[in-house]
């Protein structure tokens, strides 16, 4: 379920330095069980050294119950780190309150400049240097800093989190009204992710007998844009890796696209969805899956 930019440097531990990592598994909406972590730990608690879950997910917007994954973490004197990347704008995220060790946050998901973020630590947590020279950042990260960005990504994440309680609500709206709106207009349509507890601004639909590189071409002659999710090998379209971990075989996830409402989104890009989703669909499913 965790974005590559979790799982990558977990895999090259793996493959570089001797870490074992141990993906846990999620249910059919996406989420981490407590108990599924409580399990994992208890196995051999002495062996973990870290656990790292993302707060929202970016595919399919499920949101984690990351304070009390934190808190069972804690429980065995386990650091816990979050990937709040995609939550920080659309969420009530407090750092202190959560009881997370470590947390990440990105300029681009904000509005920011792209190319800076920032890790949050809590008090006691040393991480080792991955980068050597200058010393910045109390060794953290050497490399003379890039001011401009980052005041820039500062007063985005304030902007984002002052104007949350007003288009966090807003989006919700315009999300349960594309939801509701598609499953009239294609009845077998499949919602991914808890259909509750979920971004605001996150609807990702399964089409089934659909393609969904042909879906996104054809929305996209109409002037919507959205995405599958998906990576590419190649030149082959690959299914996404959340819905494969989600337990869908590989025909449901490649049949799949992600509608994703922001700050500039209304109530006319959501009707224009509505108007042509079913003609779309059907056009989609004449040419079949290959």
Same mark, same amino acid.
């Given at each position: ?17 001797? +870490? ?8 059919? =909406? ?12 208890? +196995? ?6 870290? *656990?790292?879950?993302?707060? +929202?997910? $970016?595919?399919?917007?499920?949101? =984690?119950?990351?304070? #009390? ?7 065995? %004197? ?18 202190? #309150? ?44 050497? @490399? ?14 304030? +902007? ?6 007003? =288009? ?20 077998? *349509? ?11 601004? $996150? ?21 919507? #844009?959205?995405?599958? %999710? ?7 379209? =690959? ?15 490649? @049949? ?5 409402? @922001? ?28």
């Amino acid at each position: 379920m965790e974005h590559h930019a979790a799982l990558d440097p977990a895999h090259w531990l793996a493959d570089n330095q001797g +870490a074992v990592v141990e993906l846990l598994p999620v249910d059919a =909406q996406g989420r981490v069980h407590p108990d599924t972590l409580r399990a994992a730990i208890d +196995a051999n608690p002495d062996d973990v050294a870290l *656990v790292s879950v993302m707060w +929202a997910n $970016n595919e399919v917007g499920t949101i =984690q119950a990351v304070p #009390e994954l934190a808190a069972i973490a804690h429980a065995h %004197g386990i650091p816990l780190h979050t990937d709040a990347v995609q939550a920080i704008a659309q969420l009530p995220v407090n750092f202190a #309150e959560s009881g997370v060790d470590a947390m990440t946050i990105s300029g681009h998901k904000v509005g920011g400049p792209m190319g800076v973020g920032a890790l949050l630590l809590a008090r006691g947590v040393d991480p080792v240097p991955v980068l050597h020279g200058g010393g910045q950042e109390r060794d953290v990260r050497s @490399g003379t800093l890039d001011a401009p960005a980052i005041a820039g990504f500062a007063a985005a994440v304030q +902007a984002s989190v002052d104007r949350r309680p007003e =288009q966090a609500p807003r989006l919700a709206a315009l999300r349960d009204d594309l939801v509701s709106r598609v499953r009239q207009a294609v009845p077998d *349509v499949i919602l991914n992710g808890d259909p509750i507890d979920r971004l605001p601004g $996150n609807a990702h639909f399964t089409f089934p007998g659909c393609e969904g590189d042909a879906l996104l071409m054809l929305l996209d002659a109409k002037g919507i #844009e959205c995405s599958t %999710g998906s990576a590419c090998s190649a030149g082959v379209a =690959q299914p996404s890796h959340v819905l494969l971990a989600m337990d869908q075989d590989t025909t449901r996830a490649r @049949g799949s696209l992600r509608f994703s409402l @922001g700050h500039t989104s209304t109530q006319s890009d959501v009707d224009r969805v509505a108007d042509v989703i079913a003609v779309v669909v059907e056009r989609a499913r004449r040419a079949g899956l290959t």
